[in-house]
């Protein structure tokens, strides 16, 4: 039922930044928890932030100090906001909504379909 379209995805200089988004809809996206994902070619999909349902967050010790998890309810808009990107950011970023708060686990129920972010040096 719950559907959630990234966008924002793209191609920048290490140093840069970019801000990811994640459109809700489907459900109301304020009574779930979100986080933010990303896979890597030939690695696991890691948790990069999490965001509970009362706006508590959680990061990843990787992206800590440069990247920010936050959400506009009114908006069912989810968001990652990252700056002095690395090369090691390069990945595809998906986002994730539950009603259980599975914080930096993939465990999620519904997810996107992702946005491709690359970070050249």
């Known amino acids: 039922q719950a559907q959630l379209v990234e966008s924002g995805g793209g191609s920048v200089q290490a140093g840069g930044s970019l801000r990811l988004s994640c459109a809700a809809s489907?459900?109301?996206?304020?009574?779930?928890?979100m986080g933010w994902f990303r896979q890597a070619p030939g690695k696991e999909r890691e948790g990069v932030a999490g965001?509970?349902?009362?706006?508590?967050?959680t990061y990843a010790d990787s992206v800590k100090g440069r990247f920010t998890i936050s959400r506009d309810n009114s908006k069912n808009t989810l968001y990652l906001q990252m700056n002095s990107l690395k090369p090691e950011d390069t990945a595809m970023y998906f986002c994730?909504?539950?009603?259980?708060?599975?914080?930096?686990?993939?465990?999620?129920?519904?997810w996107g379909h992702g946005t491709q972010v690359t970070v050249s040096s």
């Open positions: 994730a909504a539950d009603r259980i708060n599975w914080v930096l686990l993939p465990r999620y129920l519904f």
């Open positions: 489907g459900y109301t996206s304020s009574s779930y928890c």
């Open positions: 965001i509970d349902s009362v706006g508590r967050t």
